[in-house]
Structures are given as C-alpha cells and as structure tokens.
C-alpha cells in the first residue's frame, strides 16, 4: 500500500550534475528515516547517503562533499543530489524509506521498509 516510484536518472558527462527523486504515495503518515543504494554490475549493492529521522545525514567516502540526501515532507519526496560525477558513479540507484502509513482497510497506522524501482545512472568519461 505503500510505493516509491524514482526517477531523474541517465547519461550524463563526467563532472556532471544529475538529481534523483523518490516519491512515495499511499496515504503517507510520516517518513522517517530515508537513504540511496546503489548497485554496479558485478559488485554489490552499497550505502550511498542516508538522512536519519533526526535530520542526521551519513555519506560514503567515495560520494562524500559531491553527493547531498534531502526530503521534503510535504510532497513525501526524497532527493538525491549529486555533482561532480565520475564514471565510478555508474550504478543503478535505489531509494529506501521507512514509512508508516494508514492501512485505510484495517483502520491501523502500518510501518513500511519500502524501496523504489531503481533507476540507473551512467557516467561517461
């Protein structure tokens, strides 16, 4: 009951910009704490940006001052801004979010550890 949809990625130039989105639908009472994966080919997926429920944020060493993690409630939106990008940035982003929601048939608020769909990012040199 409860989906994130992504979007925002591509091909874009090394020293690049792109900015990726993660909105989440379904009767949304609150997100808490959101984060990025992301997946390159054979290797596994890893922690890129994490913004905590106390507005806390955590960045991989490799993306660290180039990459920044927001959200806007209002729109139930997570962002992920990212700069400078180098060919080592090839991947395919997920978002993560744990949501609690109103499960409108049960009369209930649920939590929810939800991921987006992925979108992939390629960075040329």
């Known amino acids: 009951q409860v989906q994130l949809v992504e979007s925002g990625g591509g091909l874009v130039q090394f020293g690049g910009s792109l900015t990726l989105s993660c909105r989440a639908s379904?009767?949304?009472?609150?997100?808490?704490?959101v984060a990025w994966y992301r997946q390159a080919p054979g290797k596994q997926r890893e922690s890129v940006a994490t913004?905590?429920?106390?507005?806390?944020?955590h960045y991989a060493d490799s993306v660290k001052g180039r990459f920044t993690i927001s959200k806007d409630d209002a729109t139930n939106t997570m962002y992920l801004q990212m700069n400078s990008l180098k060919p080592e940035d090839t991947a395919v982003y997920y978002c993560?979010?744990?949501?609690?929601?109103?499960?409108?048939?049960?009369?209930?608020?649920?939590?929810?550890?939800?991921w987006g769909q992925g979108t992939q990012v390629t960075v040329s040199s």
């Open positions: 993560n979010a744990d949501i609690y929601y109103n499960d409108l048939e049960q009369g209930i608020l649920r939590a929810s550890d939800s």
């Open positions: 379904g009767v949304i009472f609150s997100i808490n704490a």
């Open positions: 913004l905590s429920g106390d507005s806390s944020t």
